[in-house]
């Protein structure tokens, strides 16, 4: 993976316990885990766009350095709008992550 093709900066985020609101309650929120340059990378299979997308879906394929512990719990955040992860693609042995996502258009 060349450097120069991470053109893009995606931030991604878990949904973590960030207090508790005096009543006994989590309070849980969207909680930065990683801000990554990453490559934006065109969805190429048909099955995957059948799959997970409908025609008000936004399908993006995130290629970046590999970063332990991403999954499908986790949402990506590119360019002020927020991303679905819906699978992760380990690139080598750990040297990048492919990271698939959807979006139904939520700006974070």
Same mark, same amino acid.
């Given at each position: 993976?060349?450097?120069? !093709?991470?053109?893009?900066? $995606?931030?991604?985020? #878990?949904?973590? %316990?960030?207090?508790?609101?005096?009543?006994?309650?989590?309070?849980?929120?969207? *909680?930065?885990?990683?801000?990554?340059? *990453?490559?934006?990378?065109?969805?190429?299979?048909?099955?995957?766009?059948? !799959?997970?997308?409908?025609?008000?879906?936004?399908?993006?394929?995130?290629?970046?350095?590999?970063?332990?512990? %991403?999954?499908?719990?986790?949402?990506? %955040?590119?360019?002020? %709008?927020?991303?679905?992860?819906?699978?992760?693609?380990?690139?080598?042995? *750990?040297?990048?992550?492919?990271? #698939?996502? $959807?979006?139904?258009?939520?700006?974070?």
């Amino acid at each position: 993976m060349r450097s120069g !093709n991470l053109d893009s900066l $995606i931030e991604i985020q #878990r949904f973590t %316990v960030t207090g508790d609101d005096g009543m006994g309650n989590e309070i849980q929120e969207w *909680a930065p885990l990683a801000t990554l340059r *990453a490559q934006l990378i065109q969805a190429g299979t048909e099955e995957f766009i059948r !799959n997970y997308a409908t025609s008000q879906d936004t399908v993006i394929v995130f290629r970046t350095r590999y970063l332990e512990g %991403v999954t499908n719990i986790d949402r990506v %955040v590119y360019d002020g %709008v927020v991303y679905d992860i819906k699978e992760t693609k380990e690139i080598g042995r *750990a040297r990048g992550l492919e990271i #698939r996502t $959807i979006s139904q258009g939520q700006v974070a």
